[in-house]
């Protein structure tokens, strides 16, 4: 077996993270259309080179799991990569809600049954390893662990055309309650314990994708209505953002790593967010917050992805240090 191929064994389930901003990118650009027709053409280009990625990295991650199990489970057993592998079925309930965008309902259903399934499947592994195990540190704890729990306000976005209603407030009360829970633990690692670990510093982006997805998501179950309970959830999410904004200093200081992805997707949430906020009260404020979020996302993501290819190349990712 090639040296490349022997490296798969240290293929990250983190790498679905790019799929994650690249989605999230490819809906930005959905909304985004619906305004400015002519923003189309960059709507399709990036979708489809979101699917062609996406199928490289699931193909990659398919060999890994069937010539290298042991190492499969040893991320699903780690305190911190664990909570990366969520990525892939959020990443397919990304798909399903840009499909269903477009037109495609049951490519739509079908990606999001195997993803809301996956998506399941995968949060009570986390859980269960969070309530049962003993090898958690308070230094274990960081912004990722909201990655499973994201991934379960997402369902209803698009899970209300594909099942009973009742299924999607499953979902959503599983995620919004455990966001609250997960957010208490994460303050008090961050303010009373050691500081985060260099690579895991873009996580606290994260901060921002639950009450932005959960806005989303909560417009779908809601029928589009905006109440009090959804304000609450988009202005929490745009006050996550400017406290990023603010931080911007520490952020810029980083050296690149695969986590840098971190980045987009609580971004992309909040643009998307911010043009339905548009959609609904005709401000256009809320239209000016979504372009200016969604312009800065275009660029990192150009920049990210120069980045992470050059490093795949050097194979400074892949490898047993990674």
């Not at 499953?170 to 690579?199: C, D, M, Y």
């Not at 806005?215 to 779908?220: D, E, G, V």
């Not at 990023?244 to 695969?258: H, P």
């Amino acid at each position: 077996m090639s040296q490349r191929l022997q490296n798969i064994a240290y293929f990250p389930a983190s790498f679905f993270g790019m799929i994650m901003g690249l989605t999230g990118l490819s809906i930005a650009f959905i909304e985004l259309s619906k305004i400015f027709a002519s923003t189309a053409t960059l709507m399709s280009v990036s979708l489809n080179f979101t699917l062609f990625l996406f199928i490289i990295l699931m193909m990659m991650y398919t060999f890994k799991i069937v010539k290298f199990p042991r190492e499969v489970l040893a991320e699903l057993k780690h305190p911190i990569k664990m909570n990366f592998v969520p990525a892939i079925s959020i990443s397919l309930l990304l798909l399903s809600i840009a499909f269903y965008a477009l037109g495609y309902t049951e490519l739509s259903k079908y990606t999001w049954m195997i993803g809301a399934a996956l998506q399941l499947s995968l949060t009570y592994w986390v859980l269960y390893n969070w309530v049962h195990q003993d090898f958690f540190t308070p230094e274990h704890s960081n912004p990722a662990w909201f990655i499973p729990i994201v991934g379960n306000i997402v369902v209803p976005i698009v899970g209300v055309h594909h099942a009973p209603i009742e299924l999607s407030w499953f979902f959503f009360s599983v995620g919004i309650i455990f966001w609250v829970v997960v957010k208490a633990i994460l303050i008090n690692r961050i303010i009373f314990h050691t500081p985060l670990q260099e690579k895991l510093i873009p996580t606290l982006f994260i901060f921002i994708a639950p009450p932005a997805v959960g806005f989303i998501s909560y417009l779908a179950l809601n029928n589009q209505e905006i109440n009090q309970f959804a304000m609450v959830l988009f202005f929490f999410g745009l006050a996550m953002t400017l406290l990023m904004l603010v931080s911007a200093g520490k952020f810029m200081k980083l050296s690149f790593a695969l986590s840098w992805w971190a980045f987009t997707f609580p971004l992309a949430a909040m643009a998307i967010a911010s043009y339905k906020m548009a959609h609904h009260t005709s401000h256009d404020f809320y239209l000016y917050i979504a372009i200016a979020i969604h312009a800065f996302l275009f660029v990192i993501v150009l920049f990210f992805l120069i980045k992470t290819a050059k490093a795949v190349y050097l194979q400074q990712i892949c490898n047993d240090k990674h």
